[in-house]
């Protein structure tokens, strides 16, 4: 197989001028663009959604860190803006990594020492509550939350006079099967007493064949209890699938978003690279959600790793639910296929293994190239073909590839790479002739 090295690690990388990262790029405008966020827009309401911490019971863990720092990164922000109130922290799950004991203590540890009394804590647990009991009784995953977390483990709270109806999964740690009388009642409950504000819903798995990640990871039996609340904004995490691919957020019969990770990322089950990307831990993702007093919504994700916002912000204006913006349809228009530009750059070098490889600066596209497909010939014979994961993830990563072709046999070579966009569109192909020689030097 293929291997993907880190651009960023090799000088040559770092001598290549031509970056490109999925911040800086414009947004072009497509069908029916989004509504934007007006400069009069004054929340009453902000709160911040994460998921998939994973804390394990090392109270210096990076994830650890990764939760105090977005604590104090809320504050840090919020005491700057008109608004400066930080309500309510909404974590969908995963807190831990196996729902031990050990590993809620370090949970509890960070939230007792940077979470303030003004800020409503909103937890319900994620699969991994439930791991280091499933072999004999789930249920004991339920009961250790239940006692660590001192609350039960639905809830259904309303903040500034906004509804939060949070769902656990059912003691079998895997179903909502035994929730879904309880989450139909309180949604409806909710969406009688909201006014026609947003209802904010939240539970581990997305709702399937929603967001990014939900047709792998989703859960079948939530998206019909939302469906019956079309003003819900649901969040999800269980995947962590990037938060800041455009498929992260869908609207249909209501709003979801995932919440990506503090942890690890994943993609694709079945990309052929496999479903952990190459940094697969520089991973910390989560959203700040603001609302006004006539129920606008405006969504920002913010990166840990590199401290800054990605480059995304929806605004979902009042009333919810009847704007829908985020249809896939009007995403998937809104991004053309990807484009090597002019000045991009590809070439070839020798390492000290005598791996030919392959070198190239990213293709553009208005919201991230998915991957890249590449196929090597050699006298018109296929003899190697990649595929891996763009770096839309890595706002620290400069954009630039490096497939490893392995020893290849002498000859003359052409190598065509495709970029590929999230809604599955292929860019034209960057064509690169190259040769091999026999007296080839290693590590030139
Ligand atoms: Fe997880």
Redesign the pocket.
């Known amino acids: 197989m293929l291997t993907i090295k880190t651009a960023a690690r090799t000088a040559l990388a770092k001598s290549v001028s031509a970056l490109y990262t999925a911040a800086s790029l414009p947004h072009r405008a497509g069908t029916a663009s989004p509504a934007k966020t007006p400069a009069t827009f004054l929340p009453v309401l902000r709160f911040a959604a994460c998921?998939?911490i994973?804390l394990s019971g090392d109270p210096d863990s990076a994830e650890a860190q990764r939760f105090a720092a977005m604590l104090e990164t809320v504050y840090a922000y919020a005491a700057q803006q008109a608004y400066t109130g930080f309500d309510a922290l909404l974590v969908a799950?995963?807190m831990t990594n196996c729902g031990g004991e050990e590993e809620y203590d370090v949970f509890n540890a960070v939230l007792k020492a940077h979470l303030r009394p003004e800020t409503q804590l909103l937890v319900v647990t994620?699969?991994?509550e439930y791991i280091r009991y499933r072999k004999v009784d789930a249920s004991q995953g339920s009961r250790v939350f239940a006692r660590k977390m001192q609350r039960a483990e639905d809830l259904h709270a309303v903040i500034n006079g906004y509804h939060f109806i949070g769902c656990s999964y059912s003691e079998d740690g895997r179903t909502f099967k035994a929730k879904l009388p309880w989450l139909a009642a309180e949604l409806k409950k909710a969406a009688a007493e909201s006014g026609g504000k947003p209802v904010f819903s939240f539970q581990?798995p997305a709702p399937w064949a929603t967001i990014y990640g939900s047709a792998d990871w989703g859960d079948a039996d939530v998206p019909r209890m939302l469906r019956k609340c079309p003003q819900t904004i649901n969040f999800s995490?269980?995947?962590?699938y990037p938060i800041n691919d455009p498929r992260s957020i869908w609207q249909g019969g209501y709003t979801a978003l995932g919440c990506g990770?503090l942890?690890y990322f994943e993609t694709e089950l079945d990309c052929f690279a496999g479903n952990f990307p190459y940094e697969t831990k520089q991973a910390a993702q989560f959203y700040v959600v603001e609302a006004d007093a006539q129920g606008n919504v405006r969504i920002r994700a913010y990166d840990l790793i590199t401290s800054q916002w990605f480059n995304l912000e929806y605004y979902l204006p009042a009333p919810a639910g009847k704007r829908q913006d985020y249809l896939y349809r009007l995403q998937k228009q809104r991004d053309p296929a990807p484009v090597f530009p002019p000045e991009t750059q590809i070439h070839t070098e020798t390492d000290a293994e005598g791996h030919t490889l392959l070198v190239f600066t990213g293709a553009k596209d208005a919201f991230a190239v998915d991957s890249y497909k590449g196929t090597v010939l050699r006298g018109g014979v296929p003899v190697q073909s990649f595929n891996f994961s763009g770096k839309y993830m890595y706002l620290f990563e400069p954009d630039v590839y490096t497939a490893d072709l392995g020893l290849l046999a002498p000859g003359n070579y052409t190598v065509t790479i495709h970029a590929m966009n999230c809604y599955a569109k292929l860019s034209k192909p960057l064509v690169f002739r190259f040769q091999v020689r026999a007296d080839r030097k290693k590590g030139s």
């Open positions: 998921s998939d994973h799950g995963d994620g699969n991994h581990h995490g269980h995947s962590h990770t942890s």
